[in-house]
């Protein structure tokens, strides 16, 4: 059980288009999702918190109009990337809590973008 | 401060060594929880172990065991007679209250090598 999945596994773009990651979990129900970067060897970075129904809290420093995180459901996240850099390339992974209150975080494996 | 150091940036063995991974960490909840991951090259992160702050019982499964400290602040973690397929980037983190939020934080991870 706690399986998230994401989509794509990899995507390459082109610089200015937006791309679209998507967050499941497949099992269970998600009041919370996290998305996280991670540049390489680097550790991850908290970009934001995203709960179901209500807007996205971003980290300071990561720009609310460049990553739009939208919660749709209790099972699906999805983060755009909007008008794509090649400095925006990086490994994004995100994930779950099954409720309020629990501590654990189910992890997906990750979307490496690639912006050309 | 909530802060998390793993002090090993890269760690290099030879295969049946042990080998013992660093975390200290800082926080000022008096409930907090404590984990370890493993990220294989794939990307995808993996679940070690949760351990609660009231819970110092040192844990044992297999090949892996994790000495909690309270009075160091530390949670390290043990491979007995390491394997290649132990090669990864390991990470410890915390869950801390941040901002009203509980959020993970992580370390900047260690880089495990196993020889053959």
């Known amino acids: 059980g706690a399986v998230v999945s994401q989509h794509p596994s990899r995507v390459i773009c082109k610089s200015g288009t937006s791309v679209k990651i998507e967050c499941r979990s497949l099992?269970?129900?998600?009041?919370?999702m996290f998305w996280y970067r991670q540049f390489p060897k680097k550790s991850l970075m908290l970009m934001a918190t995203s709960n179901e129904g209500s807007k996205a809290t971003y980290e300071q420093g990561v720009e609310k109009d460049k990553f739009l995180i939208n919660h749709a459901s209790l099972t699906l996240s999805t983060l755009t990337v909007t008008s794509a850099h090649p400095e925006d390339s990086s490994f994004y992974i995100c994930?779950?809590?099954?409720?309020?209150?629990?501590?654990?975080?189910?992890f997906g494996p990750g979307t490496r973008l690639t912006v050309t | 401060a909530q802060k998390v150091t793993q002090a090993q940036t890269e760690i290099s063995v030879v295969e049946k060594e042990d080998v013992t991974l660093d975390c200290v960490y800082e926080?000022?909840?008096?409930?907090?929880?404590l984990f370890w991951y493993k990220q294989p090259p794939s990307g995808e992160l993996v679940f070690l172990i949760r351990?609660?702050?009231?819970?110092?019982q040192n844990e044992i499964s297999g090949r892996y065991s994790w000495n909690f400290q309270k009075s160091t602040s530390s949670f390290n973690f043990t491979i007995t007679a390491s394997q290649v397929v132990d090669s990864a980037v390991y990470f410890c983190?915390?869950?801390?209250?941040?901002?009203?939020?509980?959020?993970?934080?992580f370390g900047q991870g260690t880089r495990l090598t196993i020889n053959p």
């Open positions: 351990r609660n702050s009231f819970d110092e």
């Open positions: 926080t000022r909840d008096t409930t907090y929880y």
């Open positions: 983190a915390l869950s801390a209250l941040i901002q009203g939020a509980q959020k993970l934080v």
């Open positions: 099992d269970f129900q998600a009041t919370t």
């Open positions: 994930s779950a809590k099954v409720r309020r209150g629990r501590y654990e975080q189910y």
